[in-house]
C-alpha cells in the first residue's frame, strides 16, 4: 500500500442496472449460512446481522461499514447513517485521518457504545512497542472511546513484533476486546506466531469475486483466524458491477450484483465492510439475509476469479 491513501474516484454502483431492485423488508431474517466459523443471530430494530466467534470467544458482526475516504462532517453523518440502518461493526484505521469523523459519528447516532464492534487500525509510521502505544491513546482520543474491539496492524511492515508486544499487552489490559493483522500472508503469519502470546483473531485482506484469495481461505481457516474482506466489491474495478455472470445470478433471486457478492462473502464465512457514501447503498448492502445462493451459483462465481489483486497501488 502506498504512503498516501489515493482514491480512484469510482462511484460504487454507478454501474448498477437502474432496474436493480431495492428489497424495503424493516426486518432481514438470516437464513444461516457457512459453518466455518461460529455463529450468533442478533437482532438490532433495524436488520439483523450474524455474528462470528473469533478465537479468543469474541463475537463480531460478519456484515460491516467501512468508512475509507469518509472524512469530516460527511463522514460523520454516514456513520451516524450506518449505523441508524442497523450497521454494528464499523472499521476505520489512523491512516484514514477520519477516526475523529466515526467518533462524531458514533455520537450523532445516540447508540451506546457497547452495542458497536469498532476496529481501527496501526499504520507502519507508527509501529514499534512505545510508537504503538502512543498511537493506540491518539486513535481512542479522536474515536471519543476508551477501548477498542479489534485492533489490527495495517501492514507486515516495521518493527512488527514490537507493536504485537505492546498491543498483546493492551488486550491484557482490557482496552481490546480482540487483535489481530491485516495485509499479512501464510510467512509473515507463521513468524507472528513463532514469537507471540496472544493468536491474532482476523487477518483483513483483498478478497471479492475478482480475487478469491481461495489459498489463504484454506491456510487461514487451519490456524484459526478469521477472513475479513477489505473491499468485497473491488471499488467496482474491472467492471465488477457489471460482470455478466454475476448480473445473471442477481437476475435470478430479484437482487443487484452487489448483494450477490456480499452474499457470497457470507455464505463463505467472510467477514465483510462495504463502504459507501448512499444511505441508499447502505441499505442494499444489509439486504442480503432474505436469499441464498445454490450450489451451481457458488461454482460459477469460483469461475469468474481472476487470481489478482485490482490495487496493484496497494501491494
Known amino acids: 500500500m502506498n504512503e498516501k491513501i489515493i482514491s480512484n474516484g469510482i462511484n460504487?454502483?454507478?454501474?448498477?442496472?437502474?432496474?436493480?431492485?431495492?428489497?424495503?423488508?424493516?426486518m432481514i431474517l438470516s437464513l444461516g449460512g457457512s459453518k466455518l466459523f461460529g455463529r450468533e443471530n442478533i437482532g438490532t430494530a433495524a436488520v439483523a446481522i450474524d455474528k462470528v466467534t473469533l478465537n479468543n470467544g469474541t463475537k463480531m458482526p460478519i456484515l460491516g461499514f467501512g468508512t475509507l475516504y469518509l472524512n469530516d462532517e460527511k463522514g460523520a453523518n454516514c456513520v451516524a447513517d450506518a449505523i441508524s440502518l442497523g450497521y454494528r461493526l464499523l472499521d476505520t484505521a489512523r491512516i484514514y485521518g477520519n477516526e475523529e469523523a466515526v467518533g462524531n459519528g458514533i455520537k450523532l447516532s445516540g447508540i451506546k457504545r457497547e452495542e458497536l464492534f469498532v476496529t481501527s487500525k496501526?499504520?507502519?509510521?507508527?509501529?514499534?512497542?512505545?510508537?504503538?502505544k502512543k498511537a493506540f491513546d491518539v486513535t481512542l482520543k479522536k474515536l471519543g472511546t476508551d477501548?477498542?474491539?479489534?485492533?489490527?496492524?495495517?501492514?507486515?511492515?516495521?518493527?512488527v513484533k514490537g507493536s504485537w508486544k505492546a498491543m498483546e499487552e493492551l488486550y491484557a489490559a482490557g482496552r481490546i476486546k480482540a487483535i489481530g493483522v491485516s495485509n499479512f500472508d501464510e510467512q509473515q503469519l507463521k513468524?507472528?506466531?513463532?514469537?507471540?502470546?496472544?493468536?491474532?483473531?482476523i487477518n483483513q485482506i483483498e478478497t471479492h469475486a475478482y480475487f478469491q484469495e481461495t489459498s489463504a481461505y484454506d491456510w487461514l481457516k487451519k490456524y484459526g483466524v478469521q477472513m475479513e474482506a477489505w473491499s468485497p466489491f473491488a471499488e467496482g474495478r474491472n467492471g465488477l458491477f457489471t460482470n455478466a455472470t454475476i448480473d445473471e445470478i442477481g437476475k435470478k433471486y430479484n437482487k443487484t450484483v452487489a448483494?450477490?457478492?456480499?452474499?457470497?462473502?457470507?455464505?463463505?464465512?467472510?467477514?465483510?465492510?462495504?463502504?459507501?457514501?448512499?444511505?441508499?447503498?447502505?441499505?442494499?448492502?444489509?439486504?442480503?439475509?432474505?436469499?441464498?445462493l445454490d450450489e451451481a451459483d457458488m461454482r460459477k462465481i469460483l469461475g469468474v476469479d481472476l487470481n489478482k489483486s485490482q490495487f496493484p497501488e496497494w501491494t
Not at 191 to 201: G, M
Open 191 to 201: 513468524d507472528l506466531l513463532a514469537d507471540s502470546k496472544v493468536k491474532p483473531v
Open 122 to 132: 496501526l499504520w507502519v509510521d507508527d509501529s514499534g512497542y512505545e510508537n504503538a
Open 259 to 292: 448483494q450477490v457478492c456480499l452474499r457470497w462473502h457470507y455464505q463463505r464465512g467472510i467477514v465483510a465492510i462495504p463502504r459507501s457514501s448512499q444511505k441508499a447503498h447502505m441499505k442494499e448492502n444489509l439486504e442480503i439475509f432474505d436469499f441464498k
Open 12 to 26: 460504487r454502483r454507478g454501474f448498477l442496472k437502474t432496474s436493480a431492485k431495492l428489497a424495503s423488508s424493516a
Open 147 to 159: 477501548y477498542l474491539d479489534l485492533y489490527l496492524i495495517h501492514r507486515p511492515r516495521g518493527d
